[in-house]
């Protein structure tokens, strides 16, 4: 499956954005989907997932009540909602799927990626 993440760009600190990641496949609705991020000369790290169905969903402790991680199936989408933006969550932001139905806060354990989308935020 092919993946595709958009939305990124420049925002306040303190504002919000939206980051789109649209499926080629139909076997999207199957997937397990992820966002994951990566900053200058940090490591890939986890930032949600959501299950299938968008039944169940996970968070990095950090973004826990200012992210939220929807889907719609129907649309071939999933989405990452980012409230109260700080400075430290400027990075590369990539969704990825995994051909399971549990989650995971691995990368490793993911089977496609996106290319990718940069979110800048200003102080």
């Known amino acids: 499956v092919q993946l595709q993440a958009s939305g990124g760009g420049l925002v306040q600190a303190g504002g919000s954005l939206r980051l789109s990641c649209a499926a080629s496949e139909r076997t999207f609705s199957s997937y397990t989907m992820g966002w994951f991020r990566q900053a200058p000369g940090k490591e890939r790290e986890f930032v949600a997932s959501?299950?299938?169905?968008?039944?169940?969903?996970q968070y990095a402790d950090s973004m826990k009540g200012r992210f939220t991680i929807p889907r719609d199936n129907a649309k071939l989408a999933v989405y990452l909602e980012m409230n109260s933006l700080k400075p430290e969550d400027a990075a590369v932001y990539y969704c990825a799927s995994r051909m399971t139905f549990a989650m995971s806060d691995s990368s490793s354990e993911y089977d496609y990626w996106g290319q990718g989308t940069l979110v800048t935020v200003s102080s």
């Open positions: 959501i299950t299938w169905d968008g039944g169940s969903t």
